[in-house]
Nanobody, 128 residues
Framework: LQLVESGGELVQPGGSLRLSCAAS????????MGWFRQAPGKEREGVAC????????YYADNVRGRFTISRDNAVNTAYLEMTSLRPEDTAVYYC??????????????????????WGQGSQVTVSS
């Protein structure tokens, strides 16, 4: 049972990155997925969440319009497309999975996650 993130790297301000989260060992299509991040000295924050079917999404205010969360249930993978990256986006990004019945709303998952599984994290650094 695991989630494995990939795609994090050093990128210049204004650049783009796509993170991937590959899931294995559980039935991916009944789990909501979320991306969270934690910068040094700061608390973990929810970035974006997507429902088990992919039909609903939630974004934090500070990434809405710049980041896009998606998923492909056929290959058990969730994605986070990040554009117009800023230095303040620098953080370790984690993906998480929560059974679709665990949270009443995607906002609840993103703001107070009670995830069943967490990935190990992928470092994103935005710097010139």
């Amino acid at each position: 049972l695991q989630l494995v993130e990939s795609g994090g790297e050093l990128v210049q301000p204004g650049g783009s990155l796509r993170l991937s989260c590959a899931a294995s060992g559980f039935r991916f299509d009944v789990y909501d997925m979320g991306w969270f991040r934690q910068a040094p000295g700061k608390e973990r924050e929810g970035v974006a969440c997507i429902s088990h079917s992919g039909g609903s999404t939630y974004y934090a205010d500070n990434v809405r319009g710049r980041f896009t969360i998606s998923r492909d249930n056929a290959v058990n993978t969730a994605y986070l497309e990040m554009t117009s990256l800023r230095p303040e986006d620098t953080a370790v990004y984690y993906c998480a999975a929560a059974h679709r019945l665990r949270h009443s709303t995607l906002r609840a998952f993103c703001t107070a996650p009670q995830a069943d599984y967490w990935g190990q994290g992928s470092q994103v650094t935005v710097s010139s």
